[in-house]
């Protein structure tokens, strides 16, 4: 049974940096497509970055460009996401999903149908 298991969620401060991790166990298809989603209370899911594992191929929301780095260490089947200058607004339960066999589309790695597998969420909460 494949997982994905989110960790590195907390509370900072305004100004403030955090690394969430996806790992990935169980059956799993070296290529695929692994995003991070977020929701916040009272809002929809909005897709905040996607990685091409084996690919350089990144994509972000405009929202984080510039704060956010997506990462994949394939040896480990982990999916980092690297959150500098948080803010406030970054606030959100934050999910990662997996597309399997597939690169990240650059016009739907955004939409959270296009993903198969989904963890369970790690909470970031930013105080200004």
């Known amino acids: 049974q494949v997982q994905l298991v989110e960790s590195g969620g907390g509370s900072v401060q305004a100004g403030g940096s955090l690394r969430l991790s996806c790992e990935v166990s169980?059956?799993?298809?070296?290529?695929?497509?692994m995003g991070w989603f977020r929701q916040a209370l009272g809002k929809e899911r909005e897709g905040v970055a996607a990685i091409s594992t084996g690919e350089s191929n990144t994509y972000y929301a405009d929202s984080v460009t510039d704060r956010f780095t997506i990462s994949q260490d394939n040896a480990n089947n982990t999916t980092y996401l690297q959150m500098n200058s948080l803010k406030p607004e970054d606030t959100a339960m934050y999910y990662c999903?997996?597309?399997?066999?597939?690169?990240?589309?650059?016009?739907?790695?955004?939409?959270?149908?296009?993903?198969?597998?989904w963890g369970q969420g790690t909470q970031v909460t930013v105080s200004s």
């Open positions: 169980g059956y799993t298809v070296s290529r695929r497509c």
């Open positions: 999903a997996a597309s399997w066999g597939v690169p990240c589309s650059s016009t739907y790695w955004w939409y959270g149908a296009s993903y198969n597998s």
